[in-house]
């Protein structure tokens, strides 16, 4: 069963930085689809963006898309998000999401489609 650690996040002004790490453990596939997704109040999940372990292939949401950068350590078994120019809509829990994979083509940003989660990390931008 893949573990999952989320850290890094935070309180920033608007048009600051933050990144976010997931610690990756107990891994028994050998291909993984990692993905970072968000949660603000009221709002549903949404998929922020996605890195297919094998290929390193991405996905990026249209709201995030040149501001956001996933990418992995496979050194350190972790999963980044480096967020830059953040606006006060990027507030939200943030979530590290994993599931097997067999293809090197993007991952899927559905939510469902995981099978680990970790337990989030809250972000915050104000104005």
């Known amino acids: 069963q893949v573990q999952l650690v989320e850290s890094g996040g935070g309180s920033v002004q608007a048009g600051g930085s933050l990144r976010l790490s997931c610690a990756v453990s107990g891994n028994p596939y050998k291909r993984l689809c990692s993905g970072w997704f968000r949660q603000a109040p009221g709002k549903e999940r949404e998929g922020v963006a996605t890195i297919n372990s094998e290929s390193g292939t991405t996905y990026y949401a249209d709201s995030v898309k040149g501001r956001f950068t996933i990418s992995q350590d496979n050194a350190e078994n972790t999963v980044l998000l480096l967020m830059n120019s953040l606006k006060p809509e990027d507030t939200a829990m943030y979530y590290c999401?994993?599931?097997?994979?067999?293809?090197?083509?993007?991952?899927?940003?559905?939510?469902?489609?995981?099978?680990?989660w970790g337990q989030g990390t809250q972000v915050t931008v104000s104005s």
């Open positions: 999401a994993a599931t097997p994979v067999t293809g090197r083509g993007a991952c899927n940003p559905r939510g469902l489609l995981y099978t680990s």
